[in-house]
T-cell receptor, first 112, second 115 residues
Framework: GQQVMQIPQYQHVQEGEDFTTYCNSS?????IQWYKQRPGGHPVFLIQ?????EVKKQKRLTFQFGEAKKNSSLHITATQTTDVGTYFC????????????FGKGTLLTVNP | ETGVTQTPRHLVMGMTNKKSLKCEQH?????MYWYKQSAKKPLELMFV???????ENNSVPSRFSPECPNSSHLFLHLHTLQPEDSALYLC??????????????FGEGSWLTVV
């Protein structure tokens, strides 16, 4: 079945440093979505990428979708303590119209 | 306020108990989901209902029984659970399928502990 691998599993940074998490799918995706889950909270949708090579920005966050639509990345510039949480990618594909396959997530902690 | 409300937020149950988790969405969506989130594991899709019809059932043990009486409500009935079933159970909804590019909106989750 479809698998989505996400690295790193954990990342600890000093406030102001940059952060990147990477997502790789075993199959070509129709779209990829990114979610953030604060400690003790629930996943909240951040963004969706659909087109090959697509790049989207949200303030300090930059999202990329690979040319082959099998990988994606999330980059945060100049992290802040409010960025703390687990960032999940979720790939749509694999023949099911309702199944998002989630990566294990990257837990980001930020030292003030 | 997420638009997807789950109750109870916390539940402790014995292995012989029968309990239910409830989910209600106020977003006018027509698809609803149950996900399981365990420590060190990816979010696992359990069930999907679209227009009250089950469209996904991902090899979930029969001790978990979903019910979708209408497009706004979703239940997960629990009976004879095992301690390894302890997890955060997340309800979600979407307007149409994720295959059509629709995003899902999660509830705050129900923390389940089986003792």
């Amino acid at each position: 079945g479809q698998q989505v691998m996400q690295i790193p599993q954990y990342q600890h940074v000093q406030e102001g440093e940059d952060f990147t998490t990477y997502c790789n799918s075993s199959t070509t995706l129709s779209n990829i979505q990114w979610y953030k889950q604060r400690p003790g909270g629930h996943p909240v949708f951040l963004i969706q990428l659909v087109k090959s090579g697509e790049v989207k920005k949200q303030k300090r966050l930059t999202f990329q979708f690979g040319e082959a639509k099998k990988n994606s990345s999330l980059h945060i510039t100049a992290t802040q303590t409010t960025d703390v949480g687990t960032y999940f990618c979720a790939g749509q594909g694999g023949g099911s119209n309702y199944k998002l396959t989630f990566g294990k997530g990257t837990l980001l902690t930020v030292n003030p | 306020e997420t638009g997807v409300t789950q109750t109870p937020r916390h539940l402790v149950m014995g292995m012989t108990n029968k309990k239910s988790l409830k989910c209600e969405q106020h977003l006018g969506h027509n698809a609803m989901y149950w996900y399981k989130q365990s420590a060190k594991k990816p979010l696992e899709l359990m069930f999907v209902y679209s227009l009250e019809e089950r469209v996904e059932n991902n090899s979930v043990p029969s001790r978990f029984s979903p019910e979708c009486p209408n497009s706004s409500h979703l239940f997960l009935h629990l009976h004879t659970l095992q301690p390894e079933d302890s997890a955060l159970y997340l309800c979600a909804s979407s307007q149409g399928s994720t295959g059509d590019g629709n995003t899902i909106y999660f509830g705050e989750g129900s923390w389940l502990t089986v003792v």
